[in-house]
């Protein structure tokens, strides 16, 4: 149903009713997108119809261009009608482009506000929500605006996990940016769900917890390979936070990094020489991160 109208109803070639869809589509509402995939939905089942008649002999007594023309149009029709009611191809679509599409994962949003720019707190309404004050290892004021956007979503989390580390917060912010790329490639599973895991921990054999296959890059004596492997999915970005910091304070190969974790290129280079990530960049390419948090 679109703006009132109902293009099922109409006939399959129907171009006012194209033209209908694709204004609406511009709106990318979901109404719209469901009538894109009943359309295309419909089109698949057309050409499925007109391969069978070209399967079909043709050469019959009363078969001419005109009946040939007539029993298209009829297939059409047809098509329209009975995608309407639907075969579930129409429902796979409209699941996998709304995933697609999507902004900011649902828990995403329940976390923290995104933040504003501030005007004239003269003009902020009683009870608004001001934005988080960072910590005092992350500089405020200056931060550029996807850094700033990342430690209002993560900065409570960070901060607890450094209070039970000893980690400055900016380090595992930093490392988690880097790891995401600040939060626009976090881990998700084959349905789209958010797996919340944002240091790209692996689900090896002591983890009895969910867990997510994904495709990821993995160096093997310096190159770059394509594998699948199984990630760890958390609840939420809290138990994400709390789950690295338990890995590093109870994990033997990460005593050298708790040690160096108050300066950021020792727990940078202390990841990468306990084995953390496989790639040969990794410490600097962390080292990078982090400075845009504050001085490093």
């Known amino acids: 149903m679109i703006g009132g ?15 209908q869809l694709k204004m609406a589509a511009k709106q990318s ?10 359309q295309f939905e419909a089109v698949f089942m057309n050409m499925l119809m007109k391969s069978l008649r070209e399967a079909a002999p043709q050469d019959g007594m009363f078969d001419s261009e005109q009946t040939r023309m007539y029993t298209s ?4 029709q047809l098509t329209q009608k009975l995608a309407s009611r639907g075969i579930g191809l129409a429902d796979v679509m409209v699941r996998q482009l709304s995933i697609t599409q999507a902004v900011p994962d649902e828990g995403a949003a329940n976390e923290s506000a995104m933040p504003v720019a501030e005007p004239d707190a003269t003009r902020i309404p009683a009870g608004t929500p001001r934005p988080l ?3 005092g290892d992350v500089r405020g004021g200056n931060l550029p605006a996807k850094v700033e956007a990342f430690v209002q979503r993560l900065l409570p989390h ?8 000893g980690i400055p917060a900016r380090f595992m912010l930093g490392q988690a940016a880097l790891e995401t790329g600040w939060g626009r490639a976090e881990i998700r599973g084959a349905d789209g769900q958010n797996s919340y895991n944002l240091f790209g921990i692996k689900a090896g054999g002591a983890w009895h ?5 994904v495709a990821t ?3 093997v ?11 760890r999915a958390y609840d939420s970005y809290a138990d994400a936070f709390r789950d690295y910091a338990g890995l590093l304070r109870a994990n033997p190969r990460y005593q050298n990094v708790i040690a160096q974790g108050q300066d950021a290129a020792g727990f940078a280079q202390g990841l990468q020489q306990a084995g953390y990530a496989t790639d040969p960049n990794y410490a600097n390419k962390l080292i990078s991160v982090i400075r845009q948090f504050g001085q490093a």
């Open 5 to 19: 109208t109902d293009l099922s109803s109409k006939f399959a070639l129907d171009v006012q009713g194209v033209n």
């Open 29 to 38: 509402s979901p109404e719209a997108l469901k009538a894109a995939a009943k």
């Open 73 to 76: 149009m009829l297939d059409q």
């Open 133 to 135: 004050a960072p910590p």
């Open 158 to 165: 960070a901060q607890a996990a450094s209070a039970d580390t």
């Open 209 to 213: 917890g969910r867990s997510v296959d």
């Open 217 to 219: 890059t993995e160096y």
């Open 221 to 231: 004596n310096g190159r770059a390979q394509k594998q699948v492997e199984s990630f």
